[in-house]
């Protein structure tokens, strides 16, 4: 049965990592949440029963964020369930580390299509469907600015999703809706932690004025409020939520 009262939102990549704690943390604030996924149905249960257990209101949808079929399924289901998609958080994301010698295009293809792809797909179905009053958050990253080597298809991924998130944001002049990215510095993820050494991820702790790895939940918090009602006068904006990494 539709719920037209609740508001809700989608949360692509919701199933770990920070997707799983802004998803979390959403449903905390009272939003009905669409925890999106996209090949580990087990993690986005959990997180749906978790926000259940709490008292709230969430579903699991499976979808490809790269595949326009699937995006477009992620928020008719969402409609269904809830009446409206108020705010949309995109988190789905990958990032290989490869080096720019002209081997592994596969590799960056597949970046370029999660990252990117993916991002114009949600943001442009978010466009069709959010109503006045609406939010818009993608993600971005703050190893922009150090250009690591073996970052570069990564890199250029999130360099073009800050591109498209200004020029959304003005493309909905007068519908008084925002569109804003988070660009987290290094967060304690399985997506971050993958493949690096204990030395390689005290040395990126160190980084920081505040020495440490984010935490999923701090980067929640900002989405928090982006998404209520004291985010509202920001808008095109890149927040870099990374505790002086930079």
Known sequence: MTNTAVKS???????GGIGREVAKRLAHDGFAVTVNYAGNPDKAKQVVDEIQSAG???????????????????????????????VV?????????????????????????????????????????LLAGGRIIVFSSSVIAKSFPGYGPYIASKAGVEGLMRVLANELRGRNITVNAVSPGPVATELFLKGK??????????????????????????????????????NAQVLRANGGFA
């Not at 579903?59 to 079929?69: E, F």
């Not at 990252?115 to 949600?122: A, C, D, E, K």
């Not at 505040?210 to 509202?232: N, Y």
């Open 89 to 129: 958080v995109h988190c789905a994301g990958i990032m290989p580390l490869l080096p720019i010698n002209g081997d592994g295009i596969e590799s960056f293809d597949k970046v370029i299509a999660i990252n990117l792809r993916g991002s114009f797909l949600v943001m442009g179905q978010a466009a069709k469907q």
């Open 56 to 86: 709230g209101k969430a579903i699991a949808v499976k979808g490809d964020v790269a595949n326009a079929t699937d995006v477009d399924h992620l928020f008719k289901e969402t409609s269904t369930a809830f009446g409206s998609v108020n």
């Open 9 to 15: 939102a989608i949360v692509t990549g919701a199933s």
């Open 197 to 234: 050494s204990e030395a390689q991820i005290n040395e990126f702790s160190k980084i920081p004025p505040l020495e440490r790895l984010g935490r999923p939940e701090d980067i929640a918090d900002v989405v928090s409020f982006l998404a209520g009602p004291d985010g509202g006068w920001v």
